[in-house]
């Protein structure tokens, strides 16, 4: 991004700006092109009266020069000008005995050297010394004077001089009183922009004695706002002390409320306000800021005709205010949500009038059509929104507060779930599915609003991976409560999730989709004979011998993902273990035909379940596996697959190593040693988490007390069927020989 210049008009300009406004997309950020307190105190210039200035000379020696730039020409001339006229009118200046001879001659070298492309500072040397006087004075000659140099500051090659030439360090101290006229003030803080255009030594005498605080202070003047912003700009691009020190004197702060104020949108002031907050976004605090700042920041990016820049850079430091639980809670305790919710749905057709503050758009509308790369940055916009929306409707309070499902923001979410709009769709299934945390909640958003109905719409026919897998995570919620097994099994649920349960599916999706039939077979005996009903309805079909369970361990025979396989697993161990609970038995012609159909029609049923056994990662399935085997071999028929799969070796050393108590046995059947990891990589959801001591004995004890009952119905099942050998061998663990 090039310089910006600070030019001048005719009073305070709206537009302070030279050049085109900086994108939020540059790689790097260059400067605004725009007076530095002293890094000492200023030595006082006290007037003379013995000489006057010699106007006549100074006219002479000026008319001898030929400049070689009109810019350069006018600059000299013009501060001749100003100097004789503060001379003769004011009186203000005089520059003592040889005082005229001394400036014609600084003008003369000043020339030559312009002529040879340099700038020579002792021109400027001396032409500080002259408006010193004029600053001790109070000549109120010095704004024009500052004009002409804040002028020639927009020229690259003047910068260094009117530094080092004391110049800038000159209209700091001008700045630091905050006693100057505006108009002083304005071509103070122009000059001082500008010289700090890409230009770090101009930048470092403003931080030095912290002179940025008086320019950060200019912004309570809402006359200059359009000079002081883009000065701040340039002071702190590219340059980390300045961003550091103007966030300590407070800057954040300021620039919230000169938001709240209201700025006119699609200006270059706001344009630079928003790179600013760019450059803090990463580095402020909640101290830095205030409580106000989520909603100023939003409704700050809600203004129509918002270039598309300026609208991210507000977002996204309303974004960075939503990292702290403080602004998460102070959004929800003040029922701010629905401000960047109606930023979602800005975007694709303005919201019609409302009696209530439900949030609603034309659903025949579409998005709006727009250059590729900016609704690009539209789609990210949107998309960051949502994940930090997901954030705050994840805490407790958020839950509390929208429990009773009667409130417009909950209407809003709801209709999003059935509207056309994807990214809307994936919004209100995060936070719904986060809201969907009692049971009393849970329960009216099927048997009141019949969310489901919706939700299974867009399994049927969604294509897009994000909203499919908010989607199961939400029904996941739901279907904990036991009334609301028993409406999403009737509603087709287990089919309408069949397609995802092939390997030619996303794995994240066949994950979640299995887990989904997890949570809704899991104690439910009509669910599971929906999972164990045929595939067809016709006896000549080959799909009417396989069941939705097939496509289950089908999915476990090929993926080679094993959080896959290990939901897989627990699905066989939640069947299991609902035909053989107490709700099971009360119905026994039911029980037996599904436990018939279980064995008969799924040959391959065990081979899960010996995962689960011989994996030495998990000790919380492995327990599931010993329990759900135990339970197989209560049948004939279960116990039939279980003495199948105890004739593979690994799964036989498994059990004997439970029975034995030898805990490093199992391991020792892996050819290498199983890596200890960490988190979200190392297994799903919460069975990761390792046990204490004492519950790992504990659960050591059970899985051989489960282990030594799966003996004992094998011996009783299948005793009289077994090899001598093999019943035997048997014979010896439950009696604990080795």
């Known amino acids: 991004m090039g310089d910006v210049n600070l030019i001048f008009e005719d009073a305070v300009p709206s537009s302070a700006m030279h050049s085109a406004a900086p994108s939020h997309t540059s790689s790097s ?32 020696a000026l008319d001898s020069l030929s400049l070689s730039t009109p810019e350069q020409e006018g600059m000299f001339r013009s501060l001749a000008v100003i100097f004789r006229n503060a001379q003769e009118q004011e009186g203000s200046v005089n520059l003592g005995s040889g005082g005229a001879e001394f400036l014609w001659t600084s003008l003369q070298r000043a020339d030559t050297s312009s002529r040879q492309g340099l700038q020579d500072a002792s021109a400027l040397r001396a032409t500080r010394d002259i408006l010193e006087q004029m600053l001790w004075n109070q000549s109120h000659l010095l704004v024009d004077a500052a004009k002409v140099l804040a002028d020639a500051s927009r ?182 949500v629905d401000v960047p919710l109606s930023l979602l749905v800005q975007w694709y057709s303005p919201p019609r009038a409302s009696s209530s503050r439900q949030i609603s758009f034309t659903d025949t509308l579409a998005p709006p059509v727009r250059d590729v790369g900016e609704e690009e940055q539209l789609s990210l916009m949107r998309s960051n929104i949502i994940q930090i929306l997901s954030d705050v409707s994840a805490i407790p309070e958020f839950a509390a507060r929208y429990a009773s499902m009667d409130l417009p923001l909950v209407e809003t979410l709801l209709g999003w779930v059935a509207g056309p709009h994807t990214q809307l769709q994936l919004c209100s299934c995060i936070m719904l599915g986060n809201l969907a945390r009692s049971d009393s909640t849970c329960l009216a958003m099927i048997s009141r ?83 164990l009903s045929s595939l067809s309805l016709d006896e000549e079909s080959p799909a009417y011998s396989k069941t939705f369970l097939s496509l289950l361990l089908s999915l476990f025979d090929k993926s080679d993902d094993v959080a896959v396989k290990v939901e897989v697993s627990r699905v066989v161990a939640a069947v299991l273990r609902c035909l053989h609970s107490s709700q099971a038995l009360s119905n026994p012609g039911l029980r037996n035909q599904l436990l018939h159909r279980l064995f008969s029609l799924h040959l391959n049923l065990c081979q899960p379940l010996s995962m689960m056994v011989t994996q030495p990662r998990w000790p919380i399935i492995r327990s599931e596996g010993w329990f759900a085997m135990a339970l197989a071999s209560r049948t004939a028929e279960g116990s039939i697959a279980i ?96």
């Open 29 to 60: 950020h260059a400067s605004t092109s725009l007076p530095i307190r002293p890094s000492s105190p200023r030595t006082t210039i006290t007037p003379t009266t013995d000489s006057q200035l010699d106007v006549t000379s100074i006219q002479i």
């Open 155 to 336: 020229d690259v090659a003047w910068r260094d001089p009117l530094g080092n030439a004391g110049i800038v360090n000159l209209f700091l101290s001008v700045i630091a009183t905050g006693t100057a006229s505006d108009q002083l003030m304005i071509h103070a803080l122009r000059l001082v922009g500008n010289t700090c255009g890409d230009n770090d030594a101009n930048r470092q005498r403003v931080i030095s004695d912290n002179n940025l605080r008086f320019i950060v202070k200019q912004l309570e003047n809402p006359r200059l706002l359009s000079i002081v912003v883009p000065v701040l700009y340039n002071v702190c691009s590219d340059f980390e002390p300045a961003q550091r020190l103007a966030l300590s004197d407070g800057v954040y702060l300021r620039l919230i409320e000169v938001l709240e104020s209201g700025l006119p949108a699609s200006t270059p002031t706001l344009t630079y306000l928003c790179r600013l907050l760019d450059f803090f976004e990463d580095s402020f605090n909640a101290n830095d800021s205030s409580d106000s700042a989520v909603e100023v920041l939003f409704r700050a990016a809600s203004a129509p005709d918002l270039d598309v820049d300026d609208r991210v850079s507000l977002v996204d430091a309303a974004i960075a205010h939503l990292k702290l639980e403080d602004y998460q809670r102070h959004m929800v305790d003040f029922d701010l």
């Open 449 to 531: 609003f019949s969310v489901h109905e919706s939700l299974l719409d867009i399994l049927k026919f969604s294509s897009d991976t994000q909203v499919l897998h908010s989607v199961f995570g939400f029904l996941r919620n739901l279907g904990l409560l036991p009334a609301n097994k028993q409406v999403l099994g009737e509603a087709g649920t287990i089919e309408i999730v069949s397609r995802f349960l092939n390997i030619d599916a996303i794995t994240q999706l066949s994950h979640a989709a299995v887990s989904l039939v997890r949570q809704i077979i899991n104690g439910s005996m009509n669910n599971i004979s929906s999972l």
């Open 643 to 738: 003495d199948t799969a105890l004739q593979q070796v690994e799964v036989f050393g498994a059990l004997e190593a439970t029975i034995h108590g030898d805990s490093t046995l199992i391991a020792a059947l892996f050819s290498s040693p199983v890596a200890a990891t960490s988190g979200a990589e190392e297994s799903p959801e919460s069975i990761e988490r390792k046990p204490s001591a004492d519950h790992e004995a504990e659960m050591r004890a059970k899985d051989r007390e489960n282990a030594m009952v799966l003996v004992n119905e094998l011996l009783k099942n299948r005793g009289d069927d077994m090899p001598d050998i093999r019943r035997s061998v048997f014979e010896d663990l439950l009696n604990g020989k080795e």
